[in-house]
């Protein structure tokens, strides 16, 4: 008897629905291990990784995470056996957050991306960490790490997907976490050290020159005033335009004059510029923010490239 297209339909999406309530693997999604986050550390030659995990058993929309850790002498053993001291099969289907070691360079980085890649096949929407220190306990700190990690890329609207641990070749940036607030951004070069640019308008000027964020949001005049832009990037050669819009500059301390709120901000941003770019050493391979790059749309790849200007511009 023939199936009206209507009926098949139907079926077709009761069937979707069953796969993806029991996670495509014909285990009920309630009775699996949902990671959330994984973390990974690293100690001289020993590997340590954490589950940050869904708990199922705790009151709904409580935000409860439960905690499966393990050492081994890769970051591939180390997870193994974290999964393996599990009860349930593990899901990773809602994976969001990864974080590397507070040591990571790229080719580490490169390894455990394509660990995550291997075992879980996370979504896009996953955000990649690099954590500042070694963690004493898992068990006390790995679901505020966790929650802390994803408030701060709410907050700054910073994003590093795993994906561009392999789309940037020569140097790959990721946002780094710090335990007393705000976030630090590594530039990890194929070929020498890590960077670290430390403090938020340094680390968010990088992030935002990188792609990973739009706006310009911290402190700064020392923590005496505070910045919030929507923030545009224009390129013409080796002059660099960023554009602050719907700006929100505050006052933290009285003393601090609010006339010279923009003029500090922009001397700021021009330390860091300059900074950043003494960091990556300009002249070598190296260009995480693509400044070569515009120049040699414009004045041909031979073309010898010079050190690029910034400009800030307050828009009303």
């Known amino acids: 008897m023939a199936v009206s297209k209507n009926k098949a339909l139907f079926l077709k999406g009761c069937l979707l629905m069953s796969l993806l309530l029991s996670g495509c693997g014909g285990q009920a999604l309630s009775e699996r291990e949902i990671v959330r986050g994984v973390f990974f550390t690293r ?17 709904k929309d409580s935000g409860g995470e439960k905690i499966s850790a393990a050492q081994g002498s890769t970051p591939a053993q180390a997870l193994e056996r974290a999964e393996q001291a599990l009860y349930g099969d593990v899901y990773y289907g809602l994976l969001d957050l990864a974080a590397l070691p507070s ?33 004493s306990s898992w068990a006390k700190e790995g679901s505020v790490l966790y929650q802390n990690m994803k408030s701060l890329e709410k907050t700054y609207k910073v994003h590093c997907g795993l994906q561009q641990l392999f789309s940037q070749e ?30 938020l308008v340094e680390a968010q000027l990088a992030a935002v020159l990188c792609g990973q964020t739009s706006i310009l949001k911290g402190a700064f005049a020392s923590g005496r005033a505070a910045c919030e832009a929507r923030t545009q990037v224009l390129a013409e050669g080796e002059h660099l335009q960023i554009h602050l819009r719907d ?70």
């Open 43 to 59: 100690q001289q030659d020993a590997f340590s990784a954490c589950l940050v995990l869904a708990d199922q058993s705790s009151e």
């Open 247 to 316: 700006t929100t500059l505050t006052v933290l301390d009285p003393s601090f004059s609010e006339e010279a709120l923009q003029s500090v901000l922009e001397q700021e941003l021009q330390r860091s510029f300059l900074k950043l770019q003494q960091q990556m050493q300009y002249s070598g391979e190296a260009d995480p923010f693509h400044l070569r790059f515009w120049q040699s749309c414009q004045y041909g790849p031979d073309f010898d490239p010079q050190p690029p200007t910034l400009e800030v511009i307050f828009e009303s």
């Open 170 to 199: 020569e140097v790959c940036g990721i946002p780094g976490y710090i335990a007393g607030g705000g976030y630090d951004f590594l530039l990890l070069p194929q070929y020498g050290s890590p960077v670290r640019c430390h403090g």
């Open 103 to 135: 040591d990571t360079d790229l080719s580490m980085a490169r390894e455990i991306g394509g660990l995550l890649y291997e075992n879980a096949q996370p979504a896009p929407e996953l955000s990649v960490f690099v954590l500042d220190d070694s963690v």
